[in-house]
């Protein structure tokens, strides 16, 4: 299988760039500037990729690597730190720039194979404060803007190139075409790589990593442990024990639902703890918000870690990390941006071999088109999130036993009607919410004094802003109409246009 190297001198994108080769059908590692010269000889890269950095490279405390490197034969793509270094491990000059660049700017190019197809003005993504002054003997200069002579350069004969601005993201018009060229013009790559191969390499590894150990992963039914589930179960099947903690605030049938898929289509050992009864008796005469979430997390995770003590032996602790979970907690060189707590924290007495994350160098699309190969039911892959206090934050005040079961069935004919009218995909989220007011109704000739249900939908990238999603209020209407004739026990229904800000997409 073709492989390109992506060499981790602690950007903030290495990733992105991985991904964007795995995009061309090209696979990616990533390893970190300390690998020794040796083992990249061995695995006979296709090409190897030096990431940026945050770092000076006259600062000899910042990563550099030995000369030889460029000498291998293999291919070489610098960008930003890594385009100043093989400027100066080939004795060039690098110096601070006297105007930093930050942003779109515009790049003047000249032919060259990794131009090909890229118009001679394009827009580039730059972000640096460093900058070749002086291009080495050998390399040609084939890129500059306004404020930087040497935005990119090529020895062609030794097939290194060199760009300091960023063609793994997308603010760079034409990055995509540039690493394609590096690929397939430069580097010969066919494109052989399909999901397929990364299920088949990643068993393999797991295989490896684990050996005839046993293996607990903590399944929530969300995307990310659901497929990392099928990929464990795949490499090694009764070594694992998935732990299904149902703390009875799902969504309704949901926590079923979960348990058909993992014990039908998986060779597992699957452990359902059902808990619904001993967590609504916590909850009992709680309507603080943050009192409820607390008790829900605490005693969540006392009924998991209880669970695997019980098992004895754990072997290895597996986590359904993603990829953006690694750097938002500074993986590698990376500067710290922001602690993420999806990586769960075992406690001090709970020994275990070591942790597997088979899906840390994925991206959440990736990661669903993982769970569609594996055959994962659509619900799990395509599942949008979902709180971990479940339905607790979407009950305003005290939860019930009775409150639960009205909003899951509330809950339920939204999803349908949303799945009906396709609906599921094209919105970020939606969900009903109990805020535990009555009002007055009217009822064949009775009138009635029930529940009020809200609807909230809304459509975002990123989750910290989102928009009120515009459903059609024929669709709506339909809602409407079914909650209020399906559901014992609700007379109205209203719509939520707040957008966030000033509204949190959740109620507590
Ligand atoms: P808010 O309400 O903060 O929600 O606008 C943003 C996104 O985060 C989800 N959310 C949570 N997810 N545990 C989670 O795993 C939580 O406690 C939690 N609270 C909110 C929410 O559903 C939305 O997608």
Not at 89 to 106: D, L, R
Not at 139 to 150: G, K
């Amino acid at each position: 299988m073709e492989k390109i190297l992506v060499l981790d001198f602690g950007g903030q994108y290495n990733q992105l760039i991985a991904r964007r080769v795995r995009d061309n059908r090209v696979y990616a590692e990533i390893l970190p500037y300390t690998t020794d010269l040796e083992t990249i000889r061995k695995n006979k890269y296709k090409g190897i990729i030096f990431t940026g950095g945050p770092n000076s490279v006259f600062d000899m405390s910042s990563p550099h690597y030995a000369r030889d490197i460029l000498d291998l034969g293999v291919p070489v793509l610098g960008i930003c730190y890594g385009c100043q270094l093989i400027a100066w491990m080939e004795k060039g000059e690098v110096s601070t720039a006297p105007v930093s660049e930050y942003g779109k700017i515009e790049l003047s190019a000249k032919p060259s194979p990794l131009f090909e197809n890229v118009p001679e003005k394009s827009i580039v993504w730059m972000s640096h404060t460093d900058y070749i002054s002086k291009a080495p003997e050998g390399y040609e200069v084939i890129a500059s803007t306004p404020d930087c002579p040497c935005a990119a350069m090529a020895n062609e004969k030794k097939n290194i190139y060199a760009v300091q601005f960023h063609p793994e993201v997308t603010h760079s018009e034409y990055g995509e075409q540039i690493l394609y060229n590096f690929l397939y013009a430069v580097c010969g790559c066919k494109g052989d790589w399909v999901m397929d191969n990364f299920i088949e390499n990643t068993i393999a590894k797991l295989r490896e990593q684990i050996g005839d150990n046993n293996v607990v992963l903590g399944l929530s039914g969300g995307v990310d442990s659901s497929v990392a589930a099928g990929l464990l179960s795949r490499a090694v099947g009764k070594q694992l024990t998935c732990v299904f903690v149902d703390q009875g605030l799902m969504r309704k049938d949901e926590g079923d639902f979960v348990e058909k898929t993992f014990t039908t289509l998986f060779d597992m050992n699957f452990v359902r703890v059902n808990c619904g009864k001993e967590f609504l008796e916590k909850l009992r005469g709680v309507s603080d918000p943050e009192e409820k979430r607390r008790i829900i997390g605490t005693s969540f995770y006392n009924v998991f870690w209880d669970e695997i003590r019980k098992l004895g032996d754990m072997g290895y602790f597996a986590q359904g990390t993603i990829y953006p979970d690694c750097i938002e907690s500074g993986k590698g060189d990376a500067a710290v941006i922001k602690t993420h707590h999806n990586r769960v924290k075992t406690p001090g007495d709970v020994k275990y071999l070591g942790i597997v994350e088979p899906l840390a160098d994925l991206f959440k699309d990736e990661v669903r088109r993982v769970g569609e190969k594996l055959g994962i039911p659509k619900e799990l892959v395509w599942r949008q999130p979902f709180p971990g206090p479940g339905l607790g934050v979407r009950i305003i005040g005290e939860v019930t036993k009775e409150k639960v079961k009205l909003l899951q069935e509330a809950d339920a004919v939204l999803r349908d009607e949303m799945s009906k009218n396709g609906y599921e995909r094209n919105l970020s989220q939606f969900f009903c919410v109990l805020p535990g007011v009555k009002s007055v109704g009217v009822m064949g000739d009775h009138r009635t004094y029930e529940n009020l249900i809200i609807i909230r939908a809304v459509t975002t990238d990123d989750f910290m802003t989102a928009d009120w999603a515009r459903i059609p209020y024929d669709i709506l209407a339909t809602v409407s109409n079914r909650i209020t004739n399906e559901v014992k026990g609700i007379n109205r229904v209203v719509y939520d246009i707040t957008s966030k800000p000033p509204a949190t997409v959740e109620y507590e």
